[in-house]
């Protein structure tokens, strides 16, 4: 799919830049207008938050809707929220797993060693690593995780980072 997006707007380094934005915060694209949810969200704003010209946010609008595969999976997306740092003043667990996001298996055996303890899950966000800094998947736990599981976590294949929090 990206290499699709970015095949698109090749010639547009600010259009990847929304879209990217776009993708990365579930905004959707729907009738020459972008929505998170039901929320109608003005061009100019977005302009500042992502740090480009308006009519960039605009034109990427455009060429989305121009593409049918792009208009489709634009028109479909929806904003998830990342309730870590909620979750850390409500006192969950946060478990932050940096990993080589291509290897099988790493979520099967870190939830595996949460379940082995009893400690269940109630969120889990993964950050798509060709959208994000760094592939990063967040698990909001009921209590917090024992510190002693980290040498275990870090011994699945691909985990290369754990933050406990």
Same mark, same amino acid.
């Given at each position: 799919?990206?290499?699709? @997006?970015?095949?698109?707007?090749? =010639?547009?380094?600010?259009? @990847?830049?929304?879209?990217?934005?776009? #993708?990365? #915060?579930?905004? &959707?694209?729907?009738?020459?207008?972008?929505?998170?949810?039901?929320?109608?969200? !003005?061009?100019?704003?977005?302009?500042?938050?992502?740090?480009?010209?308006?009519? /960039?946010?605009?034109?990427?609008?455009?060429?989305?809707?121009?593409?049918?595969?792009?208009?489709?999976?634009?028109? &479909?997306?929806?904003? !998830?929220?990342?309730?870590? +740092? /909620?979750?850390?003043?409500?006192?969950?667990?946060?478990?932050? /797993?940096?990993?080589? &996001?291509?290897?099988?298996?790493? !979520?099967?055996? @870190?939830?595996?060693?949460?379940?082995?303890?009893?400690?269940?899950?109630?969120?889990?966000? %993964? +950050? $798509?690593? +060709?959208?994000?800094?760094?592939?990063?998947?967040? @698990?909001?736990? $009921?209590?917090?995780?024992?510190? =002693?599981?980290? $040498? +275990?976590?870090?011994?699945? $294949? %691909?985990?290369?980072?754990? !933050?406990?929090?």
């Amino acid at each position: 799919m990206w290499s699709h @997006i970015v095949e698109k707007f090749e =010639r547009y380094p600010s259009q @990847i830049t929304v879209a990217r934005e776009f #993708l990365r #915060l579930g905004i &959707s694209v729907k009738n020459g207008k972008a929505y998170c949810g039901n929320i109608e969200l !003005v061009p100019t704003k977005i302009a500042d938050a992502i740090g480009v010209d308006r009519k /960039v946010v605009i034109m990427a609008i455009q060429n989305i809707e121009s593409d049918e595969k792009l208009k489709k999976v634009f028109a &479909s997306l929806k904003p !998830v929220a990342n309730i870590a +740092e /909620v979750a850390r003043i409500l006192g969950f667990g946060v478990l932050e /797993v940096y990993a080589e &996001s291509y290897k099988v298996g790493i !979520v099967a055996g @870190i939830s595996g060693i949460l379940a082995r303890e009893g400690i269940s899950i109630r969120y889990i966000l %993964g +950050e $798509d690593p +060709e959208l994000s800094v760094e592939s990063k998947l967040t @698990i909001v736990t $009921d209590t917090k995780i024992p510190g =002693r599981f980290v $040498d +275990e976590l870090l011994a699945i $294949d %691909g985990v290369q980072k754990i !933050v406990i929090s």
